[in-house]
Each structure stands twice: as structure tokens, then as C-alpha cells.
């Protein structure tokens, strides 16, 4: 069974612009979380989508979006870039809606944004 | 808001050697499930263990184990035997039973194995 798939891997974008990250979940999983690592901070939570639906959200200013599509693939959104949005982005997914097991992680985007 | 704090930034261990590696959290919920995530140098995070709040006996997993309090919110982490491909980055998680799939992580222990 493939993995968490996310693209692309690298990206460098420059301020202002905005960026648009993908997410393939594990087949059957239709749980897809956003998370935002940075040194220092760990990860933070981004969003979690459910069935097309956003279920939970992170603390991070609107300029961070997302959605999911109904065969459970997931983007986010990243407009007007500032430097501290400089980071790798991990999606993970998971099987069920109250399934108590693990998140599975892709191997993240990272963005540099200059 | 749950929140989770791993006070060792950088651990490091002898091969074949024990390491602890430390995390509290703070919740007020009664039931929550609790994991340990490994992330090595420019590879994907997987699980390396799984505690649920319920259970009173500690989660072990091969060299692994935990060492959970729930009275005292501490989840610490065990690695007995110590081996060159434990090097890597430890996230403590945090995961309620009402709130979905928002998992609360710690800031990470980066673990140095030393030959």
C-alpha cells in the first residue's frame, strides 16, 4: 500500500507570492491533517479535513487554506508568503474518523520562501 | 488548549546504552492517548509508541518502552540497547478523544548515538 504522497518535495518561492502544496493520503484514509514544522517550535497544526469538510484549525492567520477533494487528496494554500512561512509542511493522514491509531506522515514540502 | 513540553532539546546516548527521553503534557481531559514519533535526518516521521490514558500498564515495543504517569502528566521515553539507527529526532504527541485527529506535539528531542 503507497504512502503518504506529498508534492513537491522542494519549492522556493519569493515574499508575496502564494504557494499551493499537495497531499495523497493512504488509500482508505480519509483523515488529512496539516502540520508546520519549524527548528525550535516543533510542529504546529495546521488544519484537518474530514470528508471534503475542515474539521479542526490550527492558530494561523487566514493567509493559510486548505481543502480536500472526494477522493480525499488535500492542498493547502499559502498566500501573500512572508519569510517566516519558511518551513516544512508535513500532511499526515489517518483511517477513520474516530480511529484512535496513529498519523501517518508523507515526507513533508519544504518551502523556502526568500 | 493541550500542551505538551519536551525540556530536553538534545540528547545523546553510547551505543548499547539506556536513554530516557523526557515529556509532560498538560490536559484536562481524563481520557487521551499519548505517542511517541521518531522523525530521522531528511526522512518521514513513524510511529514508535502508542500509550492510551486508560491503560495503567506501560507501552512497550521491543527496545522501547514508556514510562507513563498520568497523575503526574509524564510520558517519558525508553531506549534500551541504544543502536546507530535510534539517531534521530523524538516528537512526544498529544491526542484527546473529543477533539478528531488534532494531535498536540512537543518541540522534539534530537537523540545523538554515539559509537
Known amino acids: 500500500k503507497a504512502g503518504v504522497t506529498q508534492t513537491p518535495r522542494y519549492l522556493i518561492k519569493t515574499r508575496g507570492q502564494q504557494v499551493t502544496l499537495s497531499c495523497s493520503p493512504i488509500?482508505?484514509?480519509?483523515?488529512v491533517s496539516w502540520y508546520q514544522q519549524t527548528p525550535g517550535q516543533g510542529l504546529q497544526f495546521l488544519f484537518e479535513?474530514?470528508?471534503?469538510?475542515?474539521?479542526n484549525k490550527g492558530n494561523f492567520p487566514g493567509r493559510f487554506s486548505g481543502r480536500q477533494f472526494s477522493n480525499s487528496r488535500s492542498e493547502m494554500n499559502v498566500s501573500t508568503l512572508e519569510l517566516g512561512d519558511s518551513a516544512l509542511y508535513l500532511c499526515?493522514?489517518?483511517?477513520?474518523?474516530?480511529?484512535?491509531?496513529?498519523?501517518?506522515f508523507g515526507e513533508g514540502s519544504r518551502l523556502t520562501v526568500l | 488548549a493541550q500542551t505538551v513540553t519536551q525540556s530536553q532539546p538534545e540528547m545523546s546516548v553510547q551505543e548499547a546504552e539506556t536513554v530516557t527521553l523526557s515529556c509532560t503534557y498538560d490536559?484536562?481531559?481524563?481520557?487521551?492517548?499519548l505517542f511517541w514519533y521518531k522523525q530521522p535526518p531528511s526522512r518521514q516521521m513513524i510511529l514508535v509508541i502508542r500509550?492510551?490514558?486508560?491503560?495503567?500498564q506501560n507501552a512497550t515495543e521491543n527496545r522501547f518502552s514508556v514510562n507513563f504517569q498520568k497523575a503526574a502528566k509524564s510520558f517519558s521515553l525508553k531506549i534500551s540497547d541504544s543502536q546507530l539507527g535510534d539517531a534521530a529526532m523524538y516528537f512526544c504527541?498529544?491526542?484527546?478523544?473529543?477533539?478528531?485527529?488534532?494531535?498536540?506535539f512537543g518541540t522534539g528531542t534530537s537523540l545523538t548515538v554515539i559509537p
Open positions: 499526515a493522514s489517518t483511517q477513520d474518523e474516530w480511529h484512535t491509531g496513529e498519523l501517518f
Open positions: 488509500s482508505g484514509h480519509r483523515s
Open positions: 479535513y474530514f470528508s471534503e469538510t475542515q474539521r
Open positions: 490536559t484536562s481531559e481524563s481520557d487521551y492517548y
Open positions: 500509550q492510551e490514558a486508560y491503560k495503567q
Open positions: 504527541a498529544y491526542r484527546g478523544v473529543n477533539t478528531g485527529n488534532q494531535f498536540y
